[in-house]
């Protein structure tokens, strides 16, 4: 139709110019006469090219979103939480790490994760845990006095299954909010994945809170925690970080253990005696965001092997993330104040958000790095 318009257009438009009105002349117009396209359709212009986002700009929206609704940055683990939770009393469990009591179950949702020597060659986890509600948590095992000394430093209900005698005169002498699976009605032996006595006693957070209520021990925590980036950032060049892929632990000629840092994830990967560490409930890899390794000395008590490992006063350490390592110092005042931890300036280190594994390690343990 449009085609059979042109045509007819044409020819008037040439009778026109041919002849015009009477005694004037009419002159070609200037520009041709444009074609009318035969598709009714109009052309739309090309889509824009999508602008890429930024992740982190992204993230830091969401973060700022937090804020404005009344969310705290926690000081165990850096992320975003609301205010009861920020004022809740943090919890610490005794992990038993024997053998035939791998692996352990709820450790991923801890804050922070201390790791010590105990009786030869084996060693034990004690980790933080303050907002998250693991729904199995164990096996759970002994205490030992140097582990008491880092409990109270988060003012924490502290959680185990017995202990050596000088650590249960401890826990008296320093008036401790403790929960004793020996006498507490809140745990439960496990049999479902073949552990047996002494390495299969299980509880989970909701059954610690209730025996926390039960005693009377107080809900909110008073302690001094840590900063934490909105982020996770480099290590600021001035302290001359090295790259650090890989840091490999030998506790002794049984035991070892391996972080892998994964770049993609920014985050490095725990291995146990070369095997990936994996939670027993949650099947999740155990990961670190942070690592610390504070260097000390141990001495040997008796013929049973029980250890007495120096945790006050001060020492070198090296702090490990997002693919990077630092030489670092650390100072503990007393048995119930904060362990500081800070760069060779004496600026307080700023963690990177997500967990802290924090690596106790004494003279006869043998600490190797893998740079690319």
């Given at each position: 139709m449009r085609k059979s318009l042109y045509f007819i257009l044409l020819i008037v438009l040439i009778i026109s110019t041919s002849c015009g009105a009477e005694g004037e002349k009419i002159e070609e117009p200037e520009e041709p006469i444009q074609e009318v396209p035969e598709d009714d359709e109009t052309e739309e212009p090309e889509d824009e090219e999508e602008q890429e986002i930024d992740p982190r700009e992204e993230a830091l929206k969401v973060i700022e979103d937090l804020k404005d609704?009344?969310?705290?940055?926690?000081?165990?683990?850096?992320?975003y939480i609301e205010e009861d939770s920020f004022n809740l009393r943090p919890v610490t469990v005794m992990y038993d790490n024997h053998p035939y009591a791998r692996w352990q179950a709820g450790i991923v949702m801890a804050d922070i994760v201390y790791e010590f020597e105990v009786e030869y060659p084996f060693t034990r986890y004690m980790a933080v845990f303050q907002d998250?509600?693991?729904?199995?948590?164990?096996?759970?095992?002994?205490?030992?006095?140097?582990?008491?000394?880092?409990?109270?430093e988060y003012d924490s209900i502290y959680v185990h299954v017995g202990g050596s005698n000088d650590a249960m005169a401890k826990i008296k002498d320093y008036y401790m909010a403790d929960v004793d699976g020996l006498y507490s009605g809140n745990f439960w032996r496990y049999y479902d994945t073949g552990k047996s006595i002494p390495n299969n006693m299980y509880t989970d957070m909701e059954n610690i809170r209730e025996a926390q209520n039960f005693y009377?021990?107080?809900?909110?925590?008073?302690?001094?925690?840590?900063?934490?980036?909105?982020?996770?950032?480099?290590?600021?060049?001035?302290?001359?970080?090295?790259?650090?892929?890989?840091?490999?632990?030998?506790?002794n000629?049984?035991?070892?253990?391996d972080f892998s840092y994964n770049k993609d994830e920014e985050i490095y990967i725990r291995y146990v005696n070369g095997e990936k560490q994996?939670?027993?409930y949650?099947?999740?890899?155990?990961?670190?965001?942070?690592?610390?390794?504070?260097?000390?000395?141990?001495?040997?008590?008796?013929?049973?092997?029980?250890?007495a490992i120096d945790s006050i006063g001060q020492g070198e350490g090296i702090y490990i993330t997002k693919g990077q390592k630092v030489d670092i110092t650390w100072e503990k005042n007393s048995y119930n104040t904060k362990t500081f931890f800070y760069y060779k300036n004496g600026e307080e280190i700023v963690f990177n958000p997500g967990q802290t594994w924090i690596e106790v390690t004494t003279q006869d343990t043998s600490i190797n790095y893998e740079e690319e």
């Open positions: 609704k009344g969310y705290i940055q926690s000081n165990l683990n850096g992320s998250k509600k693991p729904e199995h948590i164990g096996p759970v095992r002994s205490a030992r006095p140097y582990y008491l000394i880092h409990a109270l009377g021990y107080r809900l909110n925590g008073e302690f001094e925690g840590y900063e934490f980036n909105d982020l996770t950032e480099p290590i600021n060049q001035d302290y001359e970080p090295v790259n650090c892929i890989d840091i490999n632990i030998i506790f000629p049984h035991y070892e253990i994996i939670d027993e949650y099947e999740n890899d155990v990961k670190a965001t942070n690592i610390i390794v504070l260097k000390t000395t141990k001495r040997v008590l008796d013929d049973v092997g029980r250890l």
